[in-house]
């Protein structure tokens, strides 16, 4: 299943995007689509029959705002360095465990959202991933194959990043990675039965309609697999819990100089193969 969001922020209502690509109405089945509903296998089985009985609403999808597919997130993980190739762009040794980082739930918005470039920002630059959406709690997970029974679903998310902030400005990459907005999510939640292999889902991001990221989740240094698993043993996820598992090569800071970070009235587009498409406008916070 597709399962979205759509309204005003802070508003929004829980949607499906059927096999036709028709907007469908799910606020008579569920509430929302929260860790509580991705967790509730009878309520998620109750969309399922709901859909394919052919008992659910459309929605007019013309000019109605997409939100994150996911409310009330309680934490999203990050992966940093987790390509080879981005790896090899940026001069870092390949890490030898997961690094874990980690971005604030309020930097969460919505896939078509406006992205703002921080107040005195210089090194604003973009990143696609593939963000791992939590089903089950998952503590000290046994093996890969345990890993993967606890993931509700896979989703687009734009891990955007203040370089000089991150990097130059002392302490720990919180700094450039907890800008306000700077976490688009979406447009869709694809349920992990849709996704039969994480590690075969191409990745692409263009910047002012020129292709930046033309990458694979098959040169991941760690699978989404080991990635949950790993996780688990130094934290508790829970239900609705989001992984951002790390970006491909081409961003802006592994260009040549001058490196080509993003300035208010940059458009950034991103999509993962069967996953969705995103697009941003960026402004001045």
């Known amino acids: 299943m597709k399962l979205l969001r759509v309204g005003t922020a802070g508003a929004e209502r ?60 309680g934490k999203v993980v990050c992966i940093g360095l987790n390509y080879h190739d981005h790896a090899r762009e940026t001069g870092a040794e390949p890490p030898a465990e997961p690094v874990i980082f980690f971005k604030a739930a309020d930097t969460v918005v919505g896939p078509h959202d406006t992205v703002l470039v921080p ?9 696609v991933e593939l963000a791992v959406v939590i089903g089950r709690t998952a503590r000290y997970l046994g093996s890969r194959e345990e890993a993967l029974a606890h993931v509700a679903g896979y989703a687009v998310a734009h891990d955007v990043s203040e370089r000089e902030f991150q990097i130059e400005r002392g302490g720990t990459w919180d700094k450039g990675k907890n800008c306000e907005t700077f976490n688009p999510l979406g447009p869709w939640l694809v349920t992990a039965d849709e996704v039969p292999d994480p590690q075969a889902l191409g990745l692409k991001l263009w910047v002012n309609g020129e292709l930046r ?17 790993y996780v688990s ?53």
């Open 14 to 73: 829980p949607a499906l995007l059927d096999a036709d690509g028709v907007l469908r109405d799910l606020s008579d089945v569920v509430p929302d689509i929260d860790g509580a509903l991705l967790a509730d296998d009878v309520a998620l089985g109750r969309i399922r029959t709901a859909a394919e009985a052919g008992e659910l609403p459309a929605l007019d999808a013309d000019g109605l705002r997409v939100g994150p597919p996911v409310a009330r997130i």
């Open 119 to 127: 107040r005195g920002s210089v090194k604003t630059d973009w990143e």
């Open 233 to 285: 043993q130094f934290m508790t996820l829970y239900p609705g819990d989001v992984i951002n598992t790390g970006t491909p090569a081409g961003v802006a800071l592994g260009m040549p100089e001058p490196k080509p970070f993003l300035r208010a009235g940059d458009v950034v587009e991103l999509e993962i193969g069967g996953l969705g498409r995103q697009r941003q406008v960026f402004a001045s916070a």
């Open 213 to 229: 990221q033309d990458g694979s989740t098959g040169d991941q240094i760690f699978s989404v697999a080991e990635v949950v698993r």
